[in-house]
């Protein structure tokens, strides 16, 4: 048999001294004693039974002490007393209080346990044993002394109950209570009870503080109605009827008739305090039941939404900021570009008028410059010499020239201030009035035309017949001096985009001048070669370019000329 | 058609040039016309309405057909085709513009006020000499007016 070894405890001398002369006399004593009911008590489970000798050394150890103190049996009998597994701080309180209680002396040992029972009194009270590992277990004991028939001691029982579920249970009920009040004594939270019918019973720290209004002038007198915007107040007691279909009253009943028909119920209210000032609040409603789940009362938890409030206030304010920035920054843009436009449109304004007066009023000098000289020689012309008839003839072809060139330059000029109007269209078709309208097939010459693939395109049709116009014209003029003339019309893919192409036998040009090509007043060939103003490539190539697309062209000097045209990616069909 | 009763032209024009142009020209295609000129737009406003200088002019003695320019002194070409075809003692009689002026908002705005012609004035003297015995021929020879409602 080893020693036991319960922590911090220590045997005390006096019983070890003493133990070994009575063990027996005690034994026989206990068994005597034990009856049927003894040992069923002893031997349960739920009740720690421990015998002792008079001096208090372990004799009995059931079951139930084993398993709820974790000492065995064989390691306490005969070597320790219950003080040895007792908390000896208590038994120190316990022992003290005894003494004073009796006027007498008692040691914190074995005698503090029994020393009223060894007196003849009943005993119960609260100990905490202490078990092998350091844990302490909370129990109830009962202490009867046990005597020979001589009714002299022989011994003692501690029975003892397991006190912990008693315990916990006492521990959590003060806890609980200790976070009501907690809650309760809060000055951040408005705690309002009322009786069923809103009478304030109840009126926390926070409430006295939010509101302004003491216990003492609410208690039994008003509703928490009262403390309400009379105007919310209404309004949702307007909203409650609509949604459940039943008359609610603007007072009290609008405050809490969710929470009496069970439905959590949190909401937003102003309140009003008692000088009158208002604040928003976030108010969560409950219904107090009894055992019976009958209401007696509702409790009416409020915070004070103040903050947040200025928050989203803050928030809305600095959004509304926002917009009128953005508000300002976009119409002082609209602004500019209206005063842009406005520019733009005077200036085009400007333009129109220049080019109306240079329709108008320069073609009428030179209208008089032809128109007089053609008179002259319808008149005078048998008297005038050859040579004056000439000159003459000079003077008209020159007003006619600068007619054109006038003619032409409106319509170049134009062309920057038009409108496209785009719509998809037969380029074959096109292509085939427009050789109509320059007089194909010719009479007096030999032009053969061959027109291969056309894709139909989208574009201005009237811009882009001026297109075909001029190339077509160009290609008939420069074959003016073939015998046989020969146009091919076609299409294909360059760069992944449908190409036009214009080919022709003429006269083509050098390609070290082809960056001149399409500029204004650039003329390749001598006028008494080739009549032209020197715009038609200039206002081709401005009506493509306007149609996202680019011209160009391949030429040889008497060995023809290619030109090429697209109408960029948005213009395919 | 006789030198008795000639067939009456009001030819508006302020261009001494033009108008002297536009004389020979209508003179050699039909001689057998009285020419009515008018030198601005207030003046063709007179005689169409006989007053002014034309207030003893009867205005059921309808011109045949009115040659206007539209560049005008005083009142424009626009303003007075407007007024002409504004009124219903008026509104008749064949209107042609004869002009200078090639611009698409002039030719649109003048078909929508009603004119019957629009003839841009060609450089060329003998392509204009043929535009004006044209329309000569059409519409004081071709063209079958309508009686007036007044």
Redesign the interface.
């Known amino acids: 048999m080893t020693q036991p070894t319960p922590p911090r405890h220590k045997f005390h001398p006096l019983h070890v001294a003493v133990r070994g002369a009575i063990t027996e006399t005690s034994r026989k004593a206990a068994v005597l004693k034990a009856g049927a009911l003894q040992n069923a008590i002893l031997s349960s489970a739920n009740f720690s039974s421990i015998a002792t000798d008079a001096e208090g050394v372990i004799q009995v150890f059931n079951v139930g002490a084993e398993r709820m103190l974790g000492y065995r049996a064989v390691d306490v009998l005969n070597h320790i007393t219950p003080a040895n597994i007792s908390d000896q701080e208590e038994l120190v309180a316990r022992a003290a209080a005894l003494s004073e209680e009796f006027g007498t002396l008692i040691t914190p040992g074995f005698e503090a346990l029994v020393f009223k029972a060894s007196r003849g009194l009943e005993d119960i009270y609260e100990l905490t044993y202490v078990r092998p590992d350091g844990s302490h277990f909370p129990a109830i004991v009962s202490v009867t002394a046990l005597r020979n028939e001589q009714g002299a001691i022989i011994g003692y029982l501690l029975i003892g109950t397991d006190n912990s579920a008693r315990k916990r249970a006492e521990d959590a009920l003060l806890k609980a209570s200790a976070l009501q009040n907690a809650i309760f004594s809060s000055a951040y939270f408005s705690c309002i009870a009322t009786d069923e019918k809103g009478i304030i019973q109840l009126f926390n720290v926070g409430a006295e503080r939010m509101l302004g209004y003491t216990v003492a002038e609410v208690r039994n007198k008003i509703t928490p109605a009262n403390m309400h915007d009379a105007t919310e107040v209404v309004a949702r007691a307007r909203a409650l009827s609509t949604e459940f279909g039943v008359t609610i009253a603007p007072g009290f009943d609008a405050l809490v008739f969710k929470a009496s028909r069970g439905i959590e119920d949190i909401y937003e209210l102003t309140k009003i305090r008692k000088d009158g000032s208002r604040f928003p609040a976030i108010i969560s409603v409950t219904a107090l039941r009894d055992a019976g789940n009958g209401i007696i009362g509702y409790l009416l938890i409020g915070t004070d939404n103040s903050a947040r409030k200025r928050a989203e206030e803050a928030l809305e304010k600095a959004a509304a900021l926002q917009h009128a920035t953005i508000q300002q920054l976009n119409s002082d843009l609209e602004q500019r570009v209206k005063e842009r436009t406005a520019q733009l449109e005077s200036a085009n304004r400007e333009l129109e008028a220049f ?2 007066s240079v ?3 320069l ?6 410059i ?6 002259v020689l319808d008149r005078f012309g048998p008297q005038l010499p050859d040579e004056g008839r000439r000159y003459l003839q000079t003077i ?1 072809s020159g ?2 020239k ?2 054109a060139l006038i ?1 032409d330059l ?1 319509t170049f000029a134009r062309l920057n201030r038009q409108g496209l109007s785009k719509r998809p269209f037969d380029t074959v078709k096109l292509v085939e009035a427009t050789l109509e309208e320059l007089g194909f097939p010719f009479k007096d010459r030999s032009v053969e035309v061959r027109v291969g693939e056309l894709p139909a395109s989208m574009g201005d049709p009237v811009l882009l017949k001026q297109v075909w116009v001029n190339l077509l014209s160009n290609a008939l003029k420069y074959t003016r001096k073939r015998d046989h003339a020969l146009i091919e019309l076609g299409s294909s893919v360059v760069d992944g985009l449908p190409t036009f192409f214009i080919r022709d036998n003429g006269t083509g040009f050098d390609m070290r001048y082809a960056d001149k090509l399409f500029g204004v007043f650039q003329r390749f060939h001598r006028a008494e070669d080739y009549e032209g103003t020197g715009v038609g490539l200039a206002i081709v190539q401005r009506i493509v370019n306007r149609h996202g697309g680019r011209i160009w062209a391949e030429a040889a000097v008497d060995r023809g000329a290619t030109f090429y045209f697209t109408l960029g990616t948005e213009n395919q069909l | 058609m006789n030198e008795l009763n000639p067939v009456q032209l009001l030819l508006i024009e302020d261009n001494p040039q033009d108008l002297e142009l536009a004389l020979l020209a209508l003179q050699q295609g039909s001689p057998n016309i009285q020419i009515h000129v008018a030198r601005d737009g207030a003046e063709a406003l007179d005689f169409i309405f006989c007053e002014g200088l034309y207030s003893t002019r009867l205005i059921s003695d309808v011109p045949k057909v009115i040659l206007l320019d539209l560049k005008l002194p005083k009142v424009d070409g626009l303003d007075v085709l407007r007024r002409l075809k504004g009124d219903p003692r008026t509104a008749m009689i064949p209107v042609v513009v004869l002009t200078s002026s090639k611009e698409q908002r002039d030719v649109v705005e003048s078909y929508q006020l009603g004119v019957n012609s629009y003839i841009v004035k060609p450089v060329n003297f003998e392509r204009f000499v043929e535009a004006v015995r044209n329309l000569g021929l059409y519409w004081m020879t071709l063209n079958q007016p309508a009686k007036s409602v007044v």
């Open positions: 080019s109306y329709s108008h009023d073609r009428t000098p030179l209208r008089a032809d128109g007089f000289s053609q008179v008209r007003a006619q600068m007619g003619d409106l």
